[in-house]
């Protein structure tokens, strides 16, 4: 299986855990705004607090990228 289709198959609560998880990297480990994290991720800082406070879901590029530029899991 590849991971477009795992993601595809991910549900809306863990989508929303993974965001939990994204805010929780940003804030307690890497003590990072959300402006500073954003352009580290390749994405604006609006699109990270809409994803943050749940409004829209984690896209499967945007969670590449995290776990490409901070090696986490």
Do not use: C, P, W
Not at 22 to 51: E, K, W
């Amino acid at each position: 299986m590849n991971s477009n289709s795992t993601f595809n198959k991910l549900n809306n609560t863990q989508l929303i855990n993974i965001a939990k998880r994204i805010t929780y990297l940003r804030t307690t480990i890497l003590h990072m705004t959300q402006r500073d994290f954003a352009a580290s991720i390749s994405i604006g800082q609006a699109y990270l607090s809409l994803i943050e406070t749940g409004k829209k879901f984690v896209s499967k590029s945007v969670i590449d990228n995290v776990l490409l530029n901070y090696n986490v899991n």
